[in-house]
């Protein structure tokens, strides 16, 4: 298997995974500043340990794109929360999934990758695929400030996954890369939990998932940087956003929510996405 195509579905799997354990958090009543925390007192060590391990702790100016990333990804964090505060549609959230799009369109644009016409079909096979997952309405007029915030966090999300990329392409390490971004995230949570004070869930023992949910993101970004080294932004970014497809997967299996014809063909049109990519 190409090694671009490896690391994305690891990735994809990785995200898949953390976003259905972040779903189960909600019903454990885990406040998402507490979840922010824990996840990111989970990533931070993971990634410089990372970093050491692989002796790769060798400053690249372009290092600075992973603190902006980290900045951007608190941010597009809070605008998911924000989203979804203003209405509780799984629809905003997939909004926020279609960021690849935002990836490609930088990467052809300013790093010159070639969209064929079999990149272009899988492109908007994901699209379809995401939205039978996930998109049961249209965003209404009383849900336009809910359908803001969710652009600017796909914007957002889009724009670290290109910056990812560009700093690759001149030369930052991969897990340096990612450690950069964890730290710059890291720099506004903890600020941003102690202007929240939120209380602690009852269930101490439900603080492990943000603890998992961060070792399967930090897997999930560190895979996607591998992938963005060895294949190009525009086949690896779209496989690494199926994860969307995936936690739908897990929640029909495990939280028995019911496998509709239209989740049915999602499901399809994703591998049938990640085949073409694939070749």
Known sequence: MDPAIFFALFSLFSLGCSDFLYKLSHKWDVKP?????FQNLTILPAAF???????????????????????????AFLFVLFSLKET?????????????IITSILAITFLNEHLTIYKALAIF???????????????LHDEKISFFYAFLSMFLFGLIGFFIKLSLLFG?????????????????????VLIRREKLPKKKLSLI?????GILTFASYLSLSFALVYGE???????????FVFTGLLSILFFRER???KKGLGILFAILAVFILSF
Do not use: H, K
């Not at 391990?53 to 990804?73: K, Q, S, T, Y």
């Not at 096979?125 to 965003?139: A, E, Q």
């Not at 450690?179 to 949570?189: N, R």
């Open 33 to 37: 500043s507490t979840f922010m925390l």
């Open 49 to 75: 340990g990372v970093v050491f391990f692989r002796g790769e702790f060798i400053w690249n100016d372009f290092l600075i794109l992973g603190l902006v990333n980290g900045f951007m990804a608190f941010l």
């Open 88 to 100: 509780g549609a799984i629809s905003v959230v997939t909004i926020i999934r279609l960021n690849f």
């Open 125 to 139: 096979l994901c699209v379809i695929s995401i939205l039978s997952i996930g998109f049961n309405r249209f965003i």
């Open 172 to 192: 930052a390490f991969p897990s340096g890369m990612i450690a950069a971004q964890t730290f710059g995230v890291f720099t506004l949570t903890v600020p941003y």
């Open 209 to 213: 998932i943000p603890f998992i949910c």
């Open 233 to 243: 932004a525009i086949v690896v970014t779209p496989i690494a956003q199926l994860s």
């Open 259 to 261: 496998l509709t014809l």
